[in-house]
């Protein structure tokens, strides 16, 4: 590597994991940053906390119907497969995130899309308002 080369690494350091932290959306503390996963905003803890909460969740309900369909979106299991990972089938055990509670099935895409609205009644009718004056055919 010719000198000019060397430069360019004169500043450069690597994330000390002891003072770069995170704070959880799960538990809301701040962790050092290799308490999590590259792509998980949830620390580990509380990653394999949900998971358990998953894996109960599909041990304790009847799966759905063969004729089921989302019940947010309409789709059927048909139009799903393979949308929620390679592995994961079409529907997604729904649950209260505070008491645990087994909610229904729902396709991953409506899962994630109200886990973004944080499960607040309030912001997604705040959501479809936003959407009904926005929208060219309703004005």
Not at 109 to 134: H, P, Q, V, W
Request: net charge positive; proline share 4%; glycine share 8%.
């Amino acid at each position: 590597m010719g000198s000019d080369q060397l430069e360019l690494f004169e500043n450069f350091h690597s994330i000390d994991s002891d003072t770069e932290v995170k704070t959880c959306i799960k538990c809301k503390k701040k962790k050092p940053i290799d308490s999590f996963r590259a792509t998980r905003t949830e620390c580990r803890t509380c990653e394999n906390k949900l998971e358990r909460e998953r894996r109960y969740l599909r041990e304790i309900t009847p799966a759905p119907p063969d004729d089921y369909v989302c019940p947010i979106c309409g789709k059927e299991e048909k139009d799903l497969l393979g949308r929620g990972g390679k592995n994961n089938g079409a529907w997604v055990n729904d649950h209260n995130h505070e008491t645990g509670d087994f909610r229904g099935y729902l396709c991953h895409s409506c899962n994630r899309n109200i886990g973004g609205f944080g499960d607040s009644i309030k912001c997604l009718r705040r959501a479809i308002k936003y959407l009904e004056k926005n929208d060219k055919k309703h004005n």
